[in-house]
């Protein structure tokens, strides 16, 4: 039995004695997280004269790492995950570099994300390009094309990840304040002498195709969890005249509950829900946030199974109040013809 909706101010208090930081648990974590992804380099240069298997093999697993570290990175971002902003801000930026992310860059339009998730007037910063079905209706055929083309699954869950990672996070944007531009500079600095440094002890080609292996697991399950965490078909979407943060957090932010394994290397961030609700709470409380009070299992429920049908929603049907696919649009248009006649 689902428990009731909870106003601001009652939520805010359940949530509270989550959002406090724990310095050993957070420097456990960097342990954790950080010692493993570095032995694997190290391991690497041992077995660069091994098959191409082996090296492969461990770099995927290197990506699953860097999954996590990139929840790491992301609770700095916030400022949650320790209590002092300039530890916050020197984990934010070695684990971006890690994850070839500017640091103030990203941290700016995240926030943008938060602040919107679930606005229909809000669309365009920080989240996966969405149409209504009215908007897709009375778009010009390139943008059909366009749309259709972004929304395909190799294109957004394979092509779009390695992109967004190497190539759109090296410009920052045009809307960001000069100390977000100059992140993204001194980021791209740092992944120079990165590139640089490794390419010198394995060879650039070695380098760039573990470095793309690694990436590309992480890019790619990033994206993948990002997506099914906002993009299922009864999420939240409203005008910004009905737009409520608490029903966008609770009903546009999905729980995730992935097995066990899954949840440690992405950084238990499949507790989205909490997440949206208040990002103060640093990863490692979420779980135990989750389970603290009926309420917050009042968030839609995904596992890995239900998750996949998230791939075939492609529009937001504003008339029936979910996601819909190509293919359901067209038995809609199909039907109102028929009627019509």
């Known amino acids: 039995m689902k428990s009731k909706m ?17 310095f050993n648990r957070a420097t456990w974590q960097l342990v954790n997280t950080l010692s493993p992804l570095a032995l694997i380099w190290v391991a690497l240069y041992f077995l660069k004269d091994s098959p191409l298997w082996i090296s492969t093999l461990l770099a995927i697993i290197a990506g699953l790492f860097l999954v996590r570290v990139f929840i790491i990175f992301h609770d700095c971002g916030h400022g949650s995950f320790f209590k002092s902003k300039k530890a916050n801000d020197v984990v934010g930026f070695i684990t971006g570099m890690l994850t070839f992310t500017p640091y103030h860059h990203w941290k700016w339009e995240h926030a943008m994300h938060h602040a919107t998730n679930g606005d229909l007037n809000r669309r365009g910063i920080g989240d996966i390009w ?52 100059r992140s993204v500079m001194l980021m791209n600095l740092a992944l120079l002498v990165w590139g640089i440094s490794l390419s010198l002890v394995f060879g650039f080609s070695t380098w760039l195709y573990l470095q793309l292996i690694m990436m590309g697991v992480a ?10 965490q906002h993009q299922f078909e009864d999420t939240y979407w409203e005008e910004t005249r009905n737009w409520d943060f608490t029903s966008a957090a609770m009903e546009g932010s999905s729980f995730y509950n992935l097995p066990k394994v899954l949840q440690w290397f ?27 009070d009926p309420f917050f299992q009042n968030a839609p429920e995904l ?33 109102e013809s028929l009627k019509a006649a």
């Open 219 to 228: 890019a790619c399950s990033g994206v993948w969890l990002f997506y099914v």
């Open 6 to 22: 909870k106003s601001v101010a009652e939520w805010k208090k359940l949530v509270e004695e989550y959002q406090q930081p724990n």
């Open 266 to 292: 992405s950084g238990n961030i499949g507790f989205h829900h909490i997440h949206h609700l208040n990002p103060m709470i640093p990863n490692y409380h979420l779980e135990k946030c989750h389970f603290s």
């Open 303 to 335: 596992n890995l199974f239900t998750s996949l049908r998230s791939i075939r929603y492609r529009l937001w049907d504003e008339d029936n109040s979910k996601m819909i696919s190509f293919r359901d649009l067209r038995h809609q248009l199909a039907a």
């Open 130 to 181: 969405t149409l209504t079905v009215k908007e897709y209706l009375s778009s010009t055929r390139l943008t059909r094309l366009n749309y259709r083309f972004v929304r395909n699954p190799f294109i957004l869950f394979v092509f779009a990840p390695l992109f967004l990672f190497f190539v759109l996070e090296r410009f920052p944007s045009r809307k960001c304040k000069p100390r977000e531009k």
